[in-house]
Structures are given as structure tokens and as C-alpha cells.
């Protein structure tokens, strides 16, 4: 059996800028990317904590070391600067990839700089006998 299951995040990462007039897709920092296992081009989910929007896009590489979170195209009418996000990224996994992964978590400070990084074992994911 296949399954979804939480690969990596970006967790309260606050919006710095909006690009109405690009395509759609989020830019990210690159450090931010390398931290959480993102590649350009992904699909992620992105969850608005300050107005409850969730959406899908993907990934646009950001400047190293910038901060930046830039919401584009119809995606930048979904959040303010200064919002809070998650950024999400899924997998699909076999039974026997979960037993041994884990997910990323990384925790940004209020300049999107990265004041942890956390794993979380799968394996504690019941599974069918």
C-alpha cells in the first residue's frame, strides 16, 4: 500500500512581499528550500495561518539568505505581507519506506531565518499487519 504522508515544512514562515502581475507560484528563500528537502518547481501546500486560506502551488527558488517569501500570480491574493504560513510538502511512501523516514520541520524566526530544525519519525505510523 502507498501513502501520504508529511515530507517536509516550513513552519510560521511570514510572507515578505506579493507579485500579482507574475505566474503563479511562491518564491522561497533558497536556504529556507535546502533546510526542508524542497526542490524548485515542487508542489506544496501553503496554509495561511492568519486568514485560513489553503492552497496548492509550487516552488520558485529564492535568493540564498534573503528571507524571502513572496506570494505570486493568483496565489498573492491569498495572503498579506507580514502573514504567517506553513509551507507543506507530501510524499507517497510504501510500508517499508515509513519504517525508517521522517519528516523535516523548520522553524523560522520572525526574519524567515531558521532557529530549528526538527525530525519526526514515521515509524511510530501504524501500519497495516
Known amino acids: 500500500m502507498l501513502r501520504t504522508l508529511l515530507k517536509s515544512k ?3 514562515a511570514r510572507i515578505t512581499d506579493k507579485n500579482l502581475s507574475y505566474e503563479g507560484s511562491l ?3 533558497r536556504v529556507l ?18 486568514n485560513g ?4 502551488t509550487y516552488l520558485i ?3 540564498p539568505g534573503s528571507g524571502a517569501v513572496c506570494l505570486n500570480g493568483a496565489a498573492a491574493r491569498k495572503g498579506e505581507v507580514g ?12 510500508d517499508g519506506e515509513i519504517e525508517s523516514g521522517a519528516s523535516i520541520a523548520v522553524h523560522v524566526d520572525e526574519t524567515n531565518s531558521i ?3 526538527q525530525t519526526h519519525p514515521w515509524k511510530h505510523v501504524r501500519q497495516n499487519p
Open 10 to 12: 516550513i513552519h510560521r
Open 27 to 29: 518564491t522561497v528563500d
Open 33 to 50: 528550500m535546502d533546510a526542508a528537502d524542497l526542490r524548485p518547481f515542487e508542489q506544496i501546500m501553503i496554509y495561511n495561518i492568519s
Open 53 to 56: 486560506e489553503r492552497f496548492e
Open 61 to 63: 527558488e529564492g535568493p
Open 83 to 94: 502573514d504567517l504560513i506553513i509551507i507543506a510538502s507530501y510524499g507517497i511512501y510504501g
Open 115 to 117: 532557529s530549528s530544525v
